[in-house]
């Protein structure tokens, strides 16, 4: 897809669109309307009539797996990570020294091949407001206590002072005035490392709607060298093309809705919220960078995207699990016992994350709990609870079994501490507090355990094939299905949810 619009289409022929004509109001309404809306598992919405602005919002556009399967052009989240496999080679430990060598050049060359290509004109450009002025867009304010009106969905462009290197980020920009915005870049954050990498002033752009893959992209918690254009391009199969700022020097996407380009001063903060966040509270007022507003240039006719984050599950969460799929073979590149692991939605992908491993030594649950308070942004988890390899992550009644069964609170629980994502509220300081493993895998002799672990109570698999010969002549119904399957209780697997 080439932009907002043809994504828009598609979504319309695919009967994942209402386009709502009545009146519409960005304070709070908006919120309500579209929090229920993802809620129930409905469409993306498109208000043609926002009060005190000319522009359309498209908000829940990736409320569903569905919505988000179509947005990345899969079947299903799993099939993401093919279309990413030769980048992930790049981060891979060596195998042999040829075979390290000719993966990371396959994989340089594929994000070599999808390089973001720069064009002269663009779009996003069609208009260049003669005064920037953020008033004319339809910015939400979401919840009552929010501290203003916020940009929730716009891709952040920043380069790195001393390597030149592009980053985009998602991170939400609070309206400050009519010229001025709150930038917040959580410290953890590649923008953050750009801001504290050099001294004076630093240049922003920011790009809000393209593409569905490049507005995703910029939610991807990659390692700072790797252009999330470049690997949006390998993506959608077709190079991201990019324009030149107007007056920074940036490049933004040249698809884009609209552009907003400024600079912010190192060193000069400003409170920031609070914000009614993924976690489900309000994020209190912190000091983030302010943006100056230099040039605002847009589309004929723009549409504005944004999105509502707030007690899960809210649209955010399909673009969380999107990425937890794509990043299942980085984590298995650390840690190649890991079979898989979930992230759950009510966890704000930061409080827990709940893995199977094919355990082959004592203590190698506690091993990977480690291995995850050391890896990329996963360092961030608070909670990790570890199955063994025959245990369904993503099915939650099984990983309570387990945890409820095997652990012994007294050998089990594994008490750590470490950085900590900064919307956490839990802990005494920000970004710092206590992390926590339980080790949910069957306990071995070699770990102290002198008694007979027990077995699962199983059906043996003569009795099984037996009463599935005879289901037909039983007569019983099960949820509508003739003879119950091991994947009847869920229609998606990654909970009921899924349309
Ligand atoms: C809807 C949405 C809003 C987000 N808002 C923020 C934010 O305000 N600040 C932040 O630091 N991260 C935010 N994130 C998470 C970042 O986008 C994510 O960590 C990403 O990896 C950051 O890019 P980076 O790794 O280049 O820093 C948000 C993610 C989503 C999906």
Known sequence: ???????????????????????VDPHLEITEIADRTMKAGGPALLFRNVRGSSMPVLINQFGTERRMCL????????????????????????????????????????????????????????????????????????WPEDGGPFITLPSVITRDPVTGGRNVGMYRLQKHSATTLGLHWQIHKDAAADWRAGAGRMEVAIALGG???????????????????????VLRSERVELVRCKTVDLEVPANAEIIIEGWCERGVLAPEGPFGDHTGYYTPVDQF??????????RKDPIYPS????????????LGKATERMFLPAVQMTLPEVVDYDLPFAGAFHNCCIVSIRKSFPGHAQKVMHAIWGTGLLSLTKAVVVVDEWVDVHDYTQVMWQLGANVDPGRD???????????????????????????????????????????????????????????????????????????SARRSRFGRRGS
């Open 1 to 23: 897809m080439k932009d907002l619009r043809e994504w828009i289409a598609l979504l319309r022929a695919e009967g994942e669109l209402v386009e709502v004509t009545a009146e």
């Open 71 to 142: 947005a990345l052009g899969v079947e299903s989240l799993d099939e993401v990570r093919q279309r990413v496999a030769d980048i992930f080679e790049l981060l891979s430990p060596p195998k042999g020294l040829g075979e390290a060598l000719g993966a990371a050049a396959t994989g340089l060359r594929t994000l070599k091949d999808s390089k973001p290509k720069i064009v002269s004109s663009a779009p996003c450009q069609e208009v260049v407001m003669a005064e920037p002025n953020l008033d004319v867009l339809p910015i939400m304010q979401c």
């Open 211 to 233: 593409d569905p893959i490049s507005i995703y992209a910029g939610s991807l918690p990659l390692p700072k060298h790797i252009d999330e254009h470049a690997v949006a391009g």
């Open 289 to 298: 960078p302010v943006l100056n507003v230099t040039a605002i240039t847009h």
């Open 307 to 318: 999105i509502v984050v707030g007690v899960p599950p809210s649209e955010d969460v399909w």
């Open 413 to 487: 629980v594994m008490l750590s501490s470490g950085p900590l994502d900064q919307l956490d509220h839990a802990p005494s300081r920000p970004s710092l507090g206590g992390k926590i493993g339980f080790d949910a895998t069957a306990t071995w002799p070699e770990e102290g355990y002198a008694r007979t672990w027990p077995a699962v109570a199983r059906m043996d698999d003569a009795t099984k094939a037996g009463v599935d010969a005879r289901w037909g002549e039983l007569g019983i119904m099960l949820s509508g299905r003739e003879r119950p399957g091991p994947s």
